[in-house]
């Protein structure tokens, strides 16, 4: 068996920092293999096409993003916990001069698009995988606030809207660029949750 003629994980970043900068549609397996400096015919032989590599990059995006999730929603206060949520999910759309928005908000704005070109059904499940396991992490802080009578609603009601509300955040994230008013619809969310002032 012939070796690669690159390393997995670095073309996997370089890939996905252009899919997220320009979109699957705006970026070239050609775009890709000049910044990684490898060969486009050896990115075709790993992956096939240019949507089956926008799959691999965005599945290690998705599991270095969960672990991130989970380690700000694992220990602390249930309202320590939930702001270190909307500051990840922040910084994570404000990152790259310019930033770069949100890459699923980015990838399901694509699959809204019906002229047949970009993402398919595997790129929907996922971004929906994504969410969902986003959603789950986030109920399960919840549960356990509940248990430490810190939230007295319904986690899995309550989990949805937060998640919701994230999706909201990067929308408007991409219209107004505004950080503080996202910041502040955040804290207001956490307001809401809990059913309390900010202390």
Known sequence: MRPREFDHDDVLRVAFEQFWRRGVRG??????????????????????????LFLAAYERYAGDYLS?????????????????????????????????????TRGLMELASDDGEGLDEDARRAFADLVSRITGLVQDALSEGAQRGEFNGAPEVAALHI??????????????????????????????????KRR
């Not at 015919?41 to 949507?51: D, H, P, Q, V």
Request: proline share 5%; glycine share 10%.
């Open 163 to 196: 998640v919701t509300v994230t999706r909201g955040l990067a929308v408007l994230e991409r219209a107004f660029g505004d950080e503080p008013q996202l910041r502040k619809i955040a804290a207001h969310t956490v307001d809401l949750v809990l059913n309390e």
């Open 27 to 52: 970026t070239s397996l050609s775009d890709i293999a000049r910044e990684a400096g490898v060969q486009r015919g050896s990115l075709y032989n790993a992956f096939g096409s240019k949507e089956a």
């Open 68 to 104: 991130s999730v989970q380690k700000v929603l694992g220990s602390g206060p249930l309202r320590k916990r939930l702001t270190a949520f909307f500051d990840l999910t922040i910084k994570n759309f404000r990152s790259g001069s310019p930033p770069r928005g949100c890459p699923t």
